[in-house]
Nanobody, 115 residues
């Protein structure tokens, strides 16, 4: 099993920045990629960004050029740097560990962008 602990959410004005962190522990050898999803009120959960163990990244079109996903393998931590935030980025952001076994999710962290 893998445990994920997220941090870094909060309230920010439109145009501002936040950085989310997700620290993994447990059976980390089983992880081949990590990423972030988000879920806004009344909407389905959607992919934001992923990064593989080799550093290959993938982004949703809505965040390309504004968000950057990165990882520190020594700390087993993945980051999501979010710049130029918009009110429509408001959501609960969930970290995900993609594994050879069942995927694992973090508890979620709220990001609220005010206009």
């Amino acid at each position: 099993q893998v445990q994920l602990v997220e941090s870094g959410g909060g309230l920010v004005q439109a145009g501002g920045s936040l950085r989310l962190s997700c620290a993994a522990s447990g059976s980390i050898f089983s992880i081949y990629a990590m990423g972030w999803h988000r879920q806004a009120p009344g909407k389905q959960r959607e992919l934001v960004a992923t990064i593989t163990n080799r550093g290959m990244t993938n982004y949703a079109d809505s965040v390309k050029g504004r968000f950057t996903i990165s990882r520190d393998n020594a700390k087993n931590t993945v980051y999501l740097q979010m710049n130029s935030l918009k009110p429509e980025d408001t959501a609960v952001y969930y970290c995900i560990a993609l594994r050879t076994g069942p995927d694992c999710w973090g508890q979620g962290t709220q990001v609220t962008v005010s206009s």
